[in-house]
């Protein structure tokens, strides 16, 4: 069996990635406070944020002086839980979904054609961004939730979809057949033949879905459409000011749109980039499982 290449180095920046997540916070190094210092005297001269490259913020600094390596380390668990809820919610919600609508007729089926209709015919962006805009969505409380929702709701038909292909083509397979034709009942059917069949497959999916949900996430903070609500604090000369309380990097990508106006064009860099390497260490895990899996078959 040839080495599965794809496989090691997706599962090895998976390493990497959930040990800066749940061990980075605690790194000497790292300000796990996130405090932030909007004026600071250097050479004699009084500069304010945001803050260039240099030794003591190696990537930058946000306008209200927090350090862009700090916020990386401490919003990637914040990030990886977002996207982990996300997925999960798509699929919690589809694989049933789909199972039931492997029937030619019922409301599962119905539903699955709703949901495809109306999510696969807009964007996936678009439909979010419309949907983010809801006044109801957009000045609650629990906005955070809310969006967790809409971006799983968007590709819950396609989820759904995937799954009911599947399904079907295990119906035909005359295992399945026999099965029913010995009077086995459907909840056995479903332990015994489809989910062994679905499972896999799902799993792969899963892993690839995990990439597109941060993909997703990147684009609409660079619309600058944030996912948590922020507030309203008082800034110089006394105007109001908008703050961003979340630090997932689709927000932190918000937060350094303008930054771009005067120049500080790496500070931006640095939450895509992060973005960048969870999605290829995603797709390569992903794509390595299915390569193994066809290996094993």
Same mark, same amino acid.
């Given at each position: *069996?040839?080495?599965?290449?794809?496989?090691?180095?997706?599962?090895?920046?998976?390493?990497?990635?959930?040990?800066?997540?749940?061990?980075?916070?605690?790194?000497?190094?790292?300000?796990?406070?996130?405090?932030?210092?909007?004026?600071?005297?250097?050479?004699?001269?009084?500069?304010?944020?945001?803050?260039?490259?240099?030794?003591?913020?190696?990537?930058?600094?946000?306008?209200?002086?927090?350090?862009?390596?700090?916020?990386?380390?401490?919003?990637?668990?914040?990030?990886?839980?977002?996207?982990?809820?996300?997925?999960?919610?798509?699929?919690?919600?589809?694989?049933?979904?789909?199972?039931?609508?492997?029937?030619?007729?019922?409301?599962? &089926?119905?539903?699955?054609?709703?949901?495809?209709?109306?999510?696969?015919?807009?964007?996936?962006?678009?439909?979010?961004?419309?949907?983010?805009?809801?006044?109801?969505?957009?000045?609650?409380?629990? &906005?955070?939730?809310? *969006?967790?929702?809409?971006?799983?709701?968007?590709?819950?038909?396609?989820?759904?979809?995937?799954?009911?292909?599947?399904?079907?083509?295990?119906?035909?397979?005359?295992?399945?057949?026999?099965?029913?034709?010995?009077?086995?009942?459907?909840?056995?059917?479903?332990?015994?033949?489809?989910?062994?069949?679905?499972?896999?497959? *799902?799993?792969?999916?899963?892993?690839?879905?995990?990439?597109?949900?941060?993909?997703?996430?990147?684009?609409?903070?660079?619309?600058?459409?944030?996912?948590?609500?922020?507030?309203?604090?008082?800034?110089?000369?006394?105007?109001?000011?908008?703050?961003?309380?979340?630090?997932?990097?689709?927000? *932190?990508?918000?937060?350094?749109?303008?930054?771009?106006?005067?120049?500080?064009?790496?500070?931006?860099?640095?939450?895509?980039?992060?973005?960048?390497?969870?999605?290829?260490?995603?797709?390569?895990?992903?794509?390595?499982?299915? &390569?193994?899996?066809?290996?094993?078959?």
């Amino acid at each position: *069996m040839k080495k599965n290449v794809m496989l090691w180095i997706g599962g090895s920046m998976l390493i990497l990635l959930f040990a800066t997540a749940l061990l980075g916070p605690y790194l000497p190094f790292i300000d796990a406070d996130l405090k932030a210092e909007r004026f600071r005297m250097e050479n004699g001269h009084l500069i304010q944020a945001p803050y260039d490259f240099s030794p003591k913020n190696p990537l930058g600094s946000s306008k209200f002086g927090v350090d862009n390596l700090s916020r990386i380390v401490v919003g990637a668990r914040e990030t990886l839980l977002i996207v982990f809820a996300v997925s999960l919610l798509r699929y919690v919600i589809g694989i049933p979904l789909g199972l039931l609508a492997e029937r030619k007729k019922g409301f599962a &089926r119905a539903l699955l054609g709703w949901l495809n209709g109306v999510f696969t015919s807009v964007p996936t962006l678009l439909m979010t961004v419309l949907l983010a805009a809801v006044p109801f969505f957009l000045f609650s409380s629990g &906005r955070l939730y809310w *969006m967790i929702a809409i971006m799983a709701l968007v590709e819950v038909g396609r989820v759904g979809y995937i799954v009911q292909q599947q399904a079907a083509s295990i119906t035909r397979e005359s295992y399945t057949e026999a099965g029913r034709a010995l009077g086995l009942r459907p909840i056995r059917l479903l332990k015994a033949y489809y989910i062994p069949a679905l499972l896999p497959e *799902m799993i792969v999916n899963f892993c690839l879905d995990l990439g597109k949900v941060l993909v997703l996430i990147g684009q609409l903070g660079v619309l600058t459409v944030y996912l948590n609500p922020g507030s309203a604090e008082a800034g110089l000369n006394n105007e109001f000011e908008f703050v961003n309380t979340a630090n997932d990097w689709g927000s *932190m990508i918000s937060d350094h749109i303008p930054d771009m106006n005067t120049g500080h064009f790496g500070s931006i860099l640095v939450p895509i980039i992060a973005i960048v390497y969870a999605v290829f260490a995603f797709s390569l895990f992903g794509e390595g499982l299915r &390569r193994l899996q066809k290996d094993q078959s």
